[in-house]
């Protein structure tokens, strides 16, 4: 994605929506847009389900993203680079146990 240099973030998106900014200008990133998000949607179902929420958000706008949507989906990478020693880490043991903590009050229930 070009942004390895960049700083990282420590969450993987703002508190705001992603709206469709049909206003906005479409700009080609420099990188491919769907293939990225591609990439993420595996590694949110295999190993970082705490960006499927940030990642979905972006796949909305596959077909139609401009300078937003794009600045959100480089802002979900930077928060991988600093969270790269996170993760779903198994060790095979004879017991399996999960401890698994969520971030969500099920809208204030």
């Known amino acids: 994605m070009g942004i390895e240099r960049t700083n990282p973030k420590s969450t993987p998106e703002e508190m705001e929506e992603l709206p469709a900014d049909k206003t906005g200008n479409l700009t080609e990133p420099p990188f491919n847009y769907a293939s990225v998000l ?5 590694l949110h179902g295999h190993a970082r389900p705490g960006i499927s929420f940030s990642v979905s958000k972006c796949c909305r706008y596959i077909q139609r993203n401009n300078n937003m949507h794009i600045t959100a989906l480089a802002r ?4 991988l680079l600093k969270t ?7 060790k095979p043991t004879s ?3 999960v401890d698994f903590y969520v971030n969500t009050d099920f809208g204030g229930l």
């Open 95 to 97: 017991k399996l146990t």
């Open 76 to 79: 979900i990478r930077r928060y």
């Open 38 to 42: 591609e990439m993420l949607q595996y």
């Open 84 to 90: 790269s020693e996170k993760g779903i880490k198994l």
